[in-house]
């Protein structure tokens, strides 16, 4: 059952709004590594924040979540994908996954999680592999699938 979601427009006046979402949805695999800094985590989001591939992801009107997917290279990056954690594990992030991939239109994509996050599992789950890691982060990418 897929679950009615819509996406509204990042604007540049959300951006604090967007980083308490992040910051809350980051919180509990930040505190297992010892790396719970909510001003480092605000300062990063700033580092590249940039509104126009930004989506609200909302539920009822509610905004709940939000994404970040534009063009890279020869794939499609994916450089956030935030869901309150309330509503994990209720299906949101999958309906947006399969939003992104029809998107995309089956194009290859590529994302980074936090090592020992349990994002890891989700972007398996949507066929990512492993292609890199750093101390903190572990790469994946999603390859294109074939044309039908």
Do not use: K
């Given at each position: 059952?897929?679950?009615?979601?819509?996406?509204?427009?990042?604007?540049?006046?959300?951006?604090?709004?967007?980083?308490?979402?992040?910051a809350?949805?980051?919180?509990?695999?930040?505190?297992?590594?010892?790396?719970?800094?909510?001003?480092?985590s605000?300062?990063r989001?700033?580092?590249?924040?940039?509104?126009?591939?930004?989506?609200?992801?909302?539920?009822?009107?509610?905004r709940?979540?939000?994404?970040?997917?534009?063009?890279?290279?020869?794939?499609?990056?994916?450089d956030?994908?935030?869901v309150?954690?309330?509503?994990?594990?209720?299906?949101?992030?999958g309906?947006?996954?399969?939003r992104?991939?029809?998107?995309?239109?089956g194009?290859?994509?590529?994302?980074?999680a936090?090592?020992?996050?349990?994002?890891?599992?989700?972007?398996?789950?949507?066929?990512?592999?492993?292609?890199?890691?750093?101390?903190?982060?572990?790469?994946?990418?999603?390859?294109?699938?074939?044309?039908?």
């Amino acid at each position: 059952m897929d679950i009615a979601l819509s996406f509204d427009p990042v604007q540049a006046d959300d951006f604090d709004a967007l980083a308490e979402l992040r910051a809350l949805t980051m919180r509990p695999s930040l505190e297992r590594l010892g790396r719970n800094d909510p001003q480092r985590s605000r300062r990063r989001l700033q580092a590249g924040f940039a509104p126009e591939p930004m989506r609200w992801i909302c539920l009822d009107g509610e905004r709940i979540g939000f994404y970040s997917l534009f063009p890279q290279e020869a794939a499609w990056r994916l450089d956030h994908l935030y869901v309150r954690p309330v509503m994990q594990g209720r299906g949101v992030g999958g309906a947006v996954m399969r939003r992104l991939i029809a998107q995309t239109q089956g194009s290859a994509m590529r994302v980074t999680a936090l090592r020992g996050s349990e994002s890891n599992g989700f972007y398996r789950r949507y066929g990512f592999v492993q292609t890199g890691e750093s101390e903190w982060d572990i790469e994946y990418e999603r390859a294109a699938e074939a044309a039908a």
